[in-house]
């Protein structure tokens, strides 16, 4: 059975960094992209970044990038999420995924992508 579990969220203010990690079970994760999804009060789920397992390829949204900095550790079966010179927009529940690569067509940005979903981690960033 597949777990992805995260951690790592808490209260910070702004200008602080969080590293979360997600920690991942149940199979082999090559083949698969690994993302994370965050969703703030009142808004929809939204893409923040990925990372393919085998190779490594990063995306990230505009919105992040020079400030979050996505990794996998394989030997530990984690991805993790650094996250520097947070701001208070950042706050929200932070979502790992994973999704296996079946076409080289893929959207690593859409929900549609992903087969396992984990229960989240909130990150609050006070301004």
């Known amino acids: 059975q597949v777990q992805l579990i995260e951690s790592g969220g808490g209260l910070v203010q702004a200008g602080d960094s969080l590293r979360l990690a997600c920690a991942a079970s149940?199979?082999?994760?090559?083949?698969?992209?690994m993302t994370w999804f965050r969703q703030a009060p009142g808004k929809e789920r939204e893409f923040v970044a990925a990372?393919?397992?085998?190779?490594?390829?990063?995306v990230y949204a505009d919105f992040v990038k020079g400030r979050f900095t996505i990794s996998r550790a394989i030997a530990e079966n984690t991805v993790n999420l650094q996250m520097n010179n947070l701001k208070s927009e950042d706050t929200a529940v932070y979502y790992c995924?994973?999704?296996?690569?079946?076409?080289?067509?893929?959207?690593?940005?859409?929900?549609?992508?992903?087969?396992?979903w984990g229960q989240g981690t909130q990150v609050t960033v006070s301004s």
């Open positions: 149940g199979r082999t994760f090559y083949g698969y992209i």
């Open positions: 995924a994973a999704g296996r690569i079946t076409s080289v067509f893929y959207n690593a940005r859409t929900e549609q992508m992903y087969n396992y």
């Open positions: 990372i393919t397992w085998g190779e490594g390829r990063v």
